[in-house]
């Protein structure tokens, strides 16, 4: 999607829309229009559409009112953005070429413009790429929107919120690949393509390096696998002398539960069980390309959960870098045993301030929130609270969920240091119990079990049924209200 600005309607064929407020039309609306708007029961209301035709230089033009909410409704910018997302929605395959979003009644902001817009992009992506026999009417037409009249300053507002939309794009693109695209080598050699030119570091350890620093939790997830594993980080220093903020992200390109095989049916979804990886890696794209003031840096554990003879077995014990032993009850329970090394690794090698981390950890998360928020479990609660304000504001809920030593003790082993699972109740806790036996002490550390996040059965305000993005503006927005103030 072409997003451009112009300072007066472009000549030539285009759809037009003007956003209006709750229970307000736009002022210089034809009568026509204003009563047909009214008889249609428009209100203005986030996200709805009127469609009418209007006259303009002569022409007769199709005109599309979206509503935005009311100017003092708390969460604005969301209701702009749903104003700019349903134009999307209405008109990605109508046909219509260009979208001309008129803004010269001067009636919306800068940073709203960029909302709006920011609404529209997000709306219309989709990855048509494996589609080749789609007919005329079901491919998307619109590919440009052209803000007409905006306000000084909508143009650069606009460069930081098309960063935030790379980043989500490159998130939901990481998650909706299929699992014969997207391994751990893919995965990385994605990352070198999209971060090229943005002067993050990319740092990559193959099985050999991962081999020498014992590794051997991560490793033994990826071992039935004819996919080499990787662990990929991703480095932005923004400035300051601060220790980093890390962001580390689970990567199972695909899970079949190994040797404890999960079920068939639905297993396909098992793809996107590297969306808290994509995450990570979409939240750095929006820091490096809007060039965020701050130090940070994103580790993501990419690795193939297959079943095979080289794969590991319940029973296992396997040793982790952090040297604590890991008893393998079920070999579906990999992502804390990939998690356990990234996050040991990444405090080993960058000490940081705060570690959050992001997992489709647990089924057990979509029965106790479903699709409305993400689980947030944290040793500290003033991170627990930037995370949840970051997940408000941006619109990735967040919900905290407790934590506890009676929940700890259920995950001893008899035969090493922990057990891979604990009993079925409270199975996202015990699984951040697991986590927590591989922080530091000091150190400030959040896990973020977004495993009823990062797919929808159904589309949304701002996306196409399949990838949300979600986790990629959350990171932006945690970062810009902690670090960047
Ligand atoms: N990737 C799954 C969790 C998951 C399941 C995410 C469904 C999204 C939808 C994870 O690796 C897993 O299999 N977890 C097991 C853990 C159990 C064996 C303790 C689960 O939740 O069933
Ligand atoms: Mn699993
Ligand atoms: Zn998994």
Redesign the pocket.
């Known amino acids: 999607m072409k997003i451009e600005f112009a300072p007066t309607l472009p000549v030539g064929s285009h759809l037009l829309a003007q956003i209006a407020n709750k229970d307000t039309l736009p002022g210089d609306l034809e009568k026509a229009l204003g009563e047909g708007a009214a008889s249609a029961r428009f209100k203005g209301g986030a996200g709805q559409i009127f469609e009418g035709f209007a006259e303009r230089d002569g022409a007769v033009v199709r005109l599309a009112l979206a509503g935005a909410g009311a100017p003092d409704a708390d969460g604005r910018s969301a209701n702009l953005e749903k104003a700019g997302a349903a134009l999307a929605a209405k008109y990605l395959t109508s046909g219509e070429k260009t979208l001309a979003i008129d803004f010269s009644d001067g009636a919306l902001s800068a940073e709203d413009v960029a909302s709006v817009l920011l609404g529209v992009r997000l709306r219309a992506w989709r990855h048509d790429a494996y589609r080749t026999k789609l007919k005329d009417e079901q491919k998307r037409s619109l590919e440009t929107v052209i803000a007409v009249g905006a306000p000084d300053g909508a143009e650069t507002a606009w460069t930081v919120a098309a960063a935030l939309a790379d980043g989500v794009e490159f998130t939901r693109q990481l998650v909706t690949e299929p699992p014969n695209k997207v391994f751990p080598i893919s995965f990385v050699d994605m990352c070198r393509e999209e971060f090229d030119g943005t002067g993050a570091e990319l740092i990559v350890l193959d099985e050999d390096a991962m081999e020498k620093l014992s590794m051997g939790a991560l490793l033994g997830v990826g071992q039935g696998s004819a996919q080499p594993s990787r662990l990929l980080a991703i480095k932005w220093d923004g400035g300051g002398s601060e220790a980093p903020t890390v962001f580390v992200g689970k990567g ?1 390109t695909f ?1 079949t ?1 190994g040797i404890s095989l999960k079920p068939g049916a639905g297993m396909d ?2 793809k996107w ?1 590297m969306g808290g990886a994509g995450a990570v890696a979409g939240g750095m794209l929006a820091l490096a390309r809007r060039k965020a003031k701050a130090n940070v840096i994103g580790v993501v554990g990419l690795v193939e959960n297959m079943p095979d003879g080289n794969a590991i077995r319940p029973g296992d014990v396997l040793t982790s870098m952090s040297g604590q032993t890991i008893e393998v009850l ?1 070999t ?4 804390r045993l990939v998690l356990c090394d990234a996050l040991h690794w990444a405090q080993t090698e960058f000490a940081p301030k705060r570690i959050v981390d992001f997992a ?5 998360m ?1 029965i106790s929130l479903g699709h409305e928020y993400a689980g947030v479990f944290s040793n500290d609660d003033a991170l627990a609270n930037d995370l949840l304000a970051a997940g408000t504001q941006s619109g990735d809920k967040l919900w905290r969920l407790p934590l506890g030593p009676a929940y700890d003790k259920l995950i001893d082993s008899q035969i090493a240091d922990v057990k891979n ?1 604990g009993p079925r109740p409270a ?1 996202s806790i015990t699984a951040a119990q697991f986590l927590q036996r591989f922080i530091h002490d000091g150190v400030a550390w959040a896990h973020c079990d977004v ?1 009823g996040m990062v797919w929808s059965d159904k589309p949304g305000a701002t996306w196409e049924k399949g990838a949300t993005g979600y986790g990629a503006r959350l990171i932006d927005r945690f970062v810009r209200d902690t670090l960047e103030g």
Do not use: I, K, S
Request: glycine letters at 20%; proline letters at 0%.
């Open positions: 199972v899970d539960g979804e098992m069980d079920n579906d329970a990999e992502g489709t950890l647990t089924g057990a979509l699972v199975g495993a």
